[in-house]
């Protein structure tokens, strides 16, 4: 079955807007959103921005794990 409704990724901004934590802050002190996680953020930036992101590649499979993994362990 297929949705057609769009997927949101649970960053802090949208946890926050959902009443399931506290703060909407990254852990260096910006709002987490998914632009912030992938374009600015100095802990999580993935080299390449979003469009390279989508494509899947190697790098970005592996700064996916990586980055899920960190998030997962706090």
């Known amino acids: 079955m297929v949705s057609d409704k769009p997927f949101t990724f649970p960053c ?3 946890l926050h807007k ?3 934590v506290q703060s909407p802050s990254c852990g260096c002190g910006q709002q987490q959103t998914m632009n912030h996680i992938v374009d600015t953020c100095p ?3 993935f080299e390449g921005g979003l469009n ?3 494509e899947a590649d190697d790098v970005a499979v592996i ?3 990586a980055t899920a993994t960190a998030a997962l362990a706090k």
């Open 18 to 20: 959902w009443g399931l």
């Open 63 to 65: 700064w996916l794990e």
């Open 43 to 45: 802990l999580t930036k």
């Open 52 to 54: 390279l992101l989508h």
């Open 12 to 14: 802090r901004a949208n």
